[in-house]
Every structure is written in C-alpha cells, then in structure tokens.
C-alpha cells in the first residue's frame, strides 16, 4: 500500500490525524524539500526515510525517479508513506503520482492536507473570504510549463473573483502584478507576501499592486511564499494573531 499524504503548509502540527497515524505505520518515508523534520521523526525508528526534495535549479531527484522508488519500494511489499507538502492534489503531483501507481497497479490511498494556500493567509490573520470583503477565492500556481498549452491567463483572472491566493509565484512576480494591472486591478489592489507561512520564520509584508515588488526586493524575500491579492488582505492588521514578524 502506498498513502499519498498531505503533510501540511509547514507546521508539523497541521498535519491531519489520519496522516499521522499512516505515517507512524510507515515502512518507508518518500518526503519533500519543505517537510519539517520533527514531522519525518514522527515515523517509527525502523522506517526507511527517503529525501526527495525539489526546488528551483536544484532536484535531488526527478519526478520519473522519485516514481520509480514508491514502486520499487512497494513492490516489495513494504508500506510507504509519500509525504507531501500542504495537499497532494493542489499543484502537488499528488495525482501523477497515483496515476503512475495505478498503471502499476499497486493499491494507493489518498489523505488530503491541509493547504498553504489557505492556512499561511489565516496565520497572519487573512481570511481568503469574507462576507463584507469575498465572495470568491482563485488559487492560481505562478510557476508554469511554457510549453503547456493551459496557461494562466491573468488578465482573466484580474476581476474574476474577489481574492487571489498565487502559489510559487515570486519568481515571476513583477510579470504577475503587471498582468494583473493590465485586466483591470487597481493599482491600489491591496496585496500581501507571506513567507514561511505557519512557522516560526513567518515574515508577512502587505503593500499595494504598485509597490509590492519594490518591497520584496528591499526586504528580500524568497520562495516559500503565499501571495494574496484582495481587500481581505486589509484584515492583516486587526486579526493577526500568530507571533510572527510583520512590515506594511
């Protein structure tokens, strides 16, 4: 059996009981770059653990390997745990994954997690909606395949909806704001970085469409981070209630 789990947005503690209970039982753990390691230590002594972490320019193993260690591993008959960040099937490869697992008919099992998208804005006091300021909520991956013929169209995007939660999108940000502008977002559009959103390296800066990248180049801010377009973002100063730092 393999358990596509989802480990959270980074607090080792959101990590569902289901998913806890999976990963105790673990014969071998396949976990991710931004996986705490208190959470990994959570699996018996006797378990495998096994870095696959990925980031931008740097993978320690590629997608076709990474596959091919939950099967190998699987067939095998061992019990594996596929530790992923915040929700396997949120821009997670979750479903890639199970489809690969599925040609090899290997049983899997599915336990949802807990999204950054929605959890890093609700730690620094951002709810994605609200009965006075959204209705309606887009989450949107900023990092995208070129070659891909679904690409994010932005200026859509712009005045679809009332909040836009933009995952992995830093290093295109300016582009972003810019597309934004150009549907029809004011350029006083309130917006919010939040990195590391749920630790105890949570860094929150709030701007407006017109100045957040001037502030995240002076405060140098990188990857992991949520960006959040919308008047809730207004909310960051009265209902921030995580300790964590914060700069307007």
């Excluded at 929700?87 to 999204?115: C, N, S, Y």
């Excluded at 995952?167 to 934004?180: A, D, N, P």
């Excluded at 407006?208 to 990188?222: D, Q, R």
Aim: glycine share 10%.
């Amino acid at each position: 059996m393999v358990s596509i789990i989802g480990a959270g947005p980074g607090d080792p503690e959101l990590i569902t009981t289901k998913g806890l209970k999976l990963l105790q039982e673990a014969d071998v753990v396949v976990y991710d770059r931004l996986i705490q390691t208190s959470l990994v230590n959570q699996s018996k002594r006797s378990a495998e653990r096994i870095y696959v972490g990925k980031r931008a320019g740097s993978h320690s193993h590629d997608q076709h390997a990474i596959d091919r260690i939950i099967i190998d591993h699987a067939k095998r008959g061992k019990n594996i745990v596929r530790l992923k960040g915040g929700d396997p099937f949120l821009f997670g490869r979750g479903a890639e994954e199970a489809q690969k697992l599925k040609r090899a008919r290997i049983p899997f099992t599915i336990v949802p997690g807990v999204t950054s998208a929605i959890a890093a804005p609700a730690y620094a006091g951002i709810p994605v909606t609200h009965r006075k300021y959204s209705s309606s909520v887009a989450i949107v991956t900023g990092h995208q395949d070129s070659t891909k013929k679904n690409q994010v169209d932005w200026k859509k995007i712009a005045t679809a909806v009332d909040s836009i939660i933009i995952l992995m999108g830093m290093g295109r940000l300016g582009k972003i704001v810019r597309e934004l502008i150009a549907g029809g977002c004011k350029r006083n559009t309130k917006v919010a970085i939040i990195e590391w959103g749920t630790t105890n390296h949570q860094l929150t800066v709030t701007g407006t469409l017109s100045n957040i990248v001037k502030k995240v180049n002076s405060h140098k801010l990188k990857p992991p981070a949520i960006i959040v377009v919308g008047e809730v973002v207004g909310l960051h100063r009265t209902l921030n209630w995580f300790k964590s730092s914060s700069v307007e």
